[in-house]
């Protein structure tokens, strides 16, 4: 094994291949999009586009809709070079020496997931035109997201190896915080859980209400789809109060649960809590309020959503304490609690920080 000094020496060289192969998905995407622009004004050729009268994905509610936003965070992400960016951020950390190892974990987690979620969200259809789309965790649909592996994968999985095996070469100790706690891979999963939650109930509670309510709506599967994909259309010309409906019981979903209790199912099940950053108790109603705006509101606007809440997200990956841009902002702050058991000082929002 090389000396630690060869190894700093080659971590630089390291991050800057890593940087260039997070780059890869990037490129395919945008040089997919050129040919077929260049084709088009072109003319060259001719096609025809087969529809069939079938509700693509209804029947595999709600993994069809986790599919559907997941492909949308995906690509939004590739198409900003979100991975390559995060690389290069992460390359900064290492030269300024500044949580390198910490940061260089989580962007290393970044680019794997990025990499294994790629084959999952496209439809995959049956042979035959109109024969449908495979079924969702089907033995088939899982031999095509294995056969869909390819060299996006091939590059984003040893960009995430370099990215970390260059970030141990210079480490720092333990500050206390986040990181210290593992609350950092909690945040994400338990925003996926509240997630869930939330689609389950605007299929399962308010959709039907709103057939009730809304004849013209009767036949029209309004949260069958991402929730991504149905509230984006809040901010268009002609808003549609189905739209309007879903986006307040979001909202609704969370201000309620974070004035109240600090905490969300998915936050009580990974142990997190909302805390004023300051003093650690409950952050205000007012404040909660506009910390519930920001996720939403950037998530549906077209075009740009997505690409400022990736700003905020990058942002938490070189955080100390993991926090995304909003909250740091906002005086919030995400944090693990312990049990009352071991609270010797009786106060509720005591964060563990050990």
């Known amino acids: ?36 622009e260049r084709f088009l004004e072109g003319g060259e050729g001719s096609f025809e586009i087969y529809g069939c009268v079938r509700m693509f994905g209804a029947d595999e509610w709600p993994l069809a809709a986790i599919r559907d936003d ?45 990499a294994v979620a790629e084959p999952l969200i496209p439809l995959y259809s049956e042979p035959g035109g109109c024969g449908g789309t495979v079924p969702l965790l089907s033995a088939d649909w899982f031999g095509r997201v294995l056969g869909n592996w390819g060299a996006n994968q091939l590059c984003l999985l040893p960009a995430a190896a370099l990215v970390y095996a260059a970030s141990r070469t210079r480490r720092r100790a333990a500050e206390p915080g986040v990181a210290a706690t593992g609350a ?57 109060p189905g739209e309007v409906l879903a986006l307040t019981s979001w909202l609704l979903y969370f201000w309620l649960q974070h004035t109240v209790w600090g905490r969300t199912p ?39 959503g997505l690409v400022l809440l990736f700003a905020g997200g990058l942002a938490a990956l070189f955080d100390a304490d993991g926090q995304v841009l909003h909250d740091r902002l906002l005086g919030a702050a995400v944090v693990r609690h312990r049990p009352r058991r071991f609270d010797t000082e009786g106060d509720r929002h005591v964060t563990d920080l050990a």
């Open 266 to 304: 998915g936050k009580w099940l990974l142990r997190l809590r909302l805390v004023n950053a300051r003093t650690g108790g409950r952050l205000g109603a007012g404040r909660v309020a506009l910390r519930t705006l920001a996720f939403p509101f950037l998530a549906v606007v077209p075009d740009v």
């Open 184 to 240: 950092a891979w909690r945040r994400p999963v338990a925003a996926f859980i509240d997630y869930v939650i939330v689609v389950v109930a605007l299929r399962v509670v308010v959709e039907p209400a709103w057939a009730l309510i809304g004849s013209d709506y009767l036949w029209f599967p309004w949260f069958r789809q991402g929730l991504l994909g149905r509230l984006d259309e809040v901010f268009e010309s002609t808003v549609k």
């Open 1 to 36: 094994m090389p000396p630690p000094s060869r190894l700093s020496s080659l971590a630089i060289p390291a991050l800057l291949a890593a940087v260039a192969l997070a780059a890869v998905p990037t490129w395919e995407l945008w040089r997919e999009k050129w040919e077929l």
């Open 70 to 114: 997941l492909s949308r965070v995906v690509e939004t992400a590739e198409s900003w070079a979100v991975p390559a960016l995060a690389v290069f951020l992460g390359l900064l950390a290492y030269v300024r020496g500044k949580d390198p190892e910490v940061a260089g974990g989580r962007v290393a987690g970044l680019l794997v997931l990025t």
